[in-house]
């Protein structure tokens, strides 16, 4: 079964540390991987996308990962802020037209 | 401000209801998405519009109707709804279906079955 995970559900971390959130897949065959960002309530708003053929994507503090092989993407936080704190959902397809998500981890940044 | 834009954003209704939810997009896009999401639960992907033409229909029971009237709107009606059925509802769109296209989302329709 096609499936995304990610651990932990929930980080607490204090303002101003470095963090890393995780996904991972089970299938190697992937167009792309989306990080995605949801609010309490809120609709999804989309942080990076890496290409199956890409490593790594960055924007402003965000730096995102892909390891085909070995099924990992990872997500990096510099310098968190408590305006980070939110749900951050990985999805990817796996060569078929579904976005499968992963469960998401919850953040809290501690002013 | 998204570029996929919902209305409304809640939504009461009994049982015996009916009613619709909008979405519309001014990218081009010719996929467009419905999703449902839970409390605390990844969104579930429902239809896929492909160049107007339903695509993908996630076995959704029919009292949820989806409708593509022209490649910048998407509707669903809502028709006999169950309080099961209460959750946020997505509107994603993407330039085209498939090829790993990255989809872009709505706010979603807060929805409450009484």
């Known amino acids: 079964k096609q499936e995304v995970t990610q651990i932990p559900a929930a980080l607490s971390v204090p303002e101003g540390e470095n963090l890393v959130l995780n996904c991972s897949f089970t299938d190697s065959a992937i167009y792309n991987l989306q990080w995605f960002r949801q609010d309490p309530g809120k609709g999804l708003t989309s942080l990076l996308l890496?290409?199956?053929?890409?490593r790594e994507q960055t924007s402003g503090r965000l730096n995102a990962s892909l390891d085909k092989s070995s099924g990992r993407s990872t997500l990096y936080i510099a310098a968190s802020q408590p305006g980070d704190s939110a749900t951050y959902l990985c999805a990817t397809n796996f060569g078929n037209e579904k976005l499968t998500f992963g469960t998401g981890t919850r953040l809290t940044i501690i002013p | 401000d998204t570029e996929v834009t919902q209305t409304p954003k809640h939504l009461v209704m009994g049982m015996t209801n009916k009613k619709s939810l909008k979405c519309e997009q001014h990218m081009g896009h010719r996929a467009m998405y419905w999703y449902k999401q839970k409390a605390k639960k990844p969104p579930e992907l429902m239809f896929v519009?492909?160049?107007?033409?339903?695509?993908i229909n996630e076995s959704v029971p029919s009292r949820f109707s989806p409708e593509c009237p022209n490649s910048s709107l998407l509707n669903l009606h809502l028709h006999a709804l169950q309080p099961e059925d209460s959750a946020l509802y997505l509107c994603?769109?993407?330039?085209?279906?498939?090829?790993?296209?990255?989809?872009?989302f709505g706010d979603g329709t807060r929805l409450s079955i009484l």
């Open positions: 994603a769109s993407s330039q085209r279906q498939g090829g790993g296209q990255p989809q872009h």
């Open positions: 890496i290409q199956s053929s890409q």
């Open positions: 519009y492909s160049y107007e033409k339903l695509s």
